[in-house]
């Protein structure tokens, strides 16, 4: 899911998603993130789909997003969150997850400061 502005697009998108969301691995960027979190409608239908994929990226989005993708993966699902970074653009993510952990590396140690746990790679 990339680039979409339109919610009709992106309800189109997550019905497609929907029908193999079991063997498939959701990408989604930032500004489709954004017009999902400003659509209640919309919001709920992404985390109830997301959350039967085996996995979901996440891509070009802002730090607050990671942090609100954290904890709202934790509120829909009642599930404990963990949350690996290696930046100081991961702290709010780390901080919101239930077990953080850091990786200390090019981009510094501002994740490694501010979570649970710290590693040197991953």
Do not use: H
């Amino acid at each position: 899911m990339r680039d979409l502005y339109d919610s009709f697009e992106i309800q189109k998108k997550l019905e497609e998603f929907s029908r193999r969301a079991t063997n498939s691995i959701l990408m989604i960027d930032g500004q489709t993130l954004d017009m999902i979190l400003s659509n209640k409608k919309l919001e709920d239908r992404f985390f109830l789909e997301s959350t039967k994929a085996p996995s979901v990226c996440v891509c070009r989005c802002s730090p607050t997003q990671k942090a609100i993708i954290t904890k709202k993966i934790g509120i829909y699902t009642g599930k404990r969150t963990a949350a690996i970074g290696d930046g100081g653009n991961d702290v709010g993510m780390i901080l919101e997850a239930n077990v953080g952990i850091g990786i200390v590396g090019k981009e510094g140690k501002q994740a490694s400061l501010a979570s649970d746990f710290s590693i040197d790679q991953f």
